[in-house]
């Protein structure tokens, strides 16, 4: 059994902001290896967002930025369950980032189930015209444009998108971190985005 230090916590610690027990009890799990024990801290913080997810958002606040010129803007609009943890740091540093997030970004949507059924269709036929003439067969069309379709909602929902701080996790995946941290649901429940002249 390797012996857990101080130090080797406070690595794990800072590179999950898991708890002080949860990080030594993940590397005793492991016997020290630290890869194993972050992968052990994101399940469980996956398994905390996930029975967080359905409970009420009634508290938080609007996170801003304003780009460097003051000609674009981006406002969000993160929700949680208490005031308590609408005033902590990292929730204020989270807002603040996605509304950052947003200007960079420019997202359409919150997610997939905002996007309007008839622009999905509409985004489909354009890639049905784009492949008519690759003389594909019908079922190898329908897989291409299911995965042209599926690219694209990607690139238009906030929450698939790569967030721009870390290209490695995307803004749903922050937000389950965040989740796991602070204890709390936490929702994106709006957005906007101004830019002069556009």
Known sequence: MAEITA???????????????????????????FEKAVEILRKKGLATAAKKASRDTNEGLIGTYVHAGAKQAGMVELNCESDFVARTERF????????????????????????P?????SEKGIYREQMAASGKPAQVIDKIVEGKLDKWLGEVCLLEQPFVKNPDVTIQE????????????????????LAIGE
């Not at 130090?7 to 005793?28: N, W």
């Not at 937000?175 to 709006?190: K, M, P, Q, T």
């Open 92 to 115: 204020q540093q989270l807002a603040r980032d996605l509304a950052m997030h947003v200007v960079a970004s420019r997202p359409l949507y919150v997610s997939r189930d905002q996007v």
């Open 174 to 193: 922050l937000l389950v971190e965040s989740i796991a941290v602070l204890g709390e649901n936490i929702r994106v429940n709006r957005f906007a985005r």
């Open 7 to 33: 130090q080797m916590v406070k690595e794990l610690r800072e590179a999950t902001s898991a708890g002080v027990l949860d990080s030594k009890k993940a590397l005793e799990e492991t016997n020290g290896d």
């Open 117 to 121: 059924a008839d622009l999905i269709e």
